[in-house]
């Protein structure tokens, strides 16, 4: 493994301890100011829904609700 792909893992696992570490400390003060746990999950999985969404827009499920058998 090349030392310029190790160093691209380490930053993004760097990057991944901040952002975890943040969102503990974030959901402690969101709560303290009235949101309840489940606006705060609800929030935190539609902000990744959209940045996943942004990384990987392909369409994974394009026959949905289309059956192949004729």
Same mark, same amino acid.
């Given at each position: &493994?090349?030392?310029?792909?190790?160093?691209?893992?380490?930053? &993004?696992?760097?990057?991944?301890?901040?952002?975890?570490?943040?969102?503990?400390?974030?959901?402690?003060? +969101? %709560?303290?100011?009235? +949101?309840?746990?489940?606006? %705060?999950?609800?929030?935190?999985?539609?902000?990744?829904? %959209?940045?996943?969404?942004? %990384?990987?827009?392909?369409?994974?499920?394009?026959?949905?609700?289309?059956?192949?058998?004729?």
């Amino acid at each position: &493994m090349g030392t310029g792909k190790l160093f691209w893992y380490h930053c &993004m696992a760097i990057l991944t301890v901040a952002i975890w570490g943040t969102t503990f400390v974030s959901t402690k003060i +969101l %709560i303290a100011h009235g +949101l309840t746990p489940v606006e %705060i999950l609800f929030y935190r999985f539609t902000i990744a829904y %959209i940045c996943i969404w942004f %990384i990987s827009p392909k369409n994974y499920f394009p026959g949905i609700g289309r059956t192949s058998c004729g």
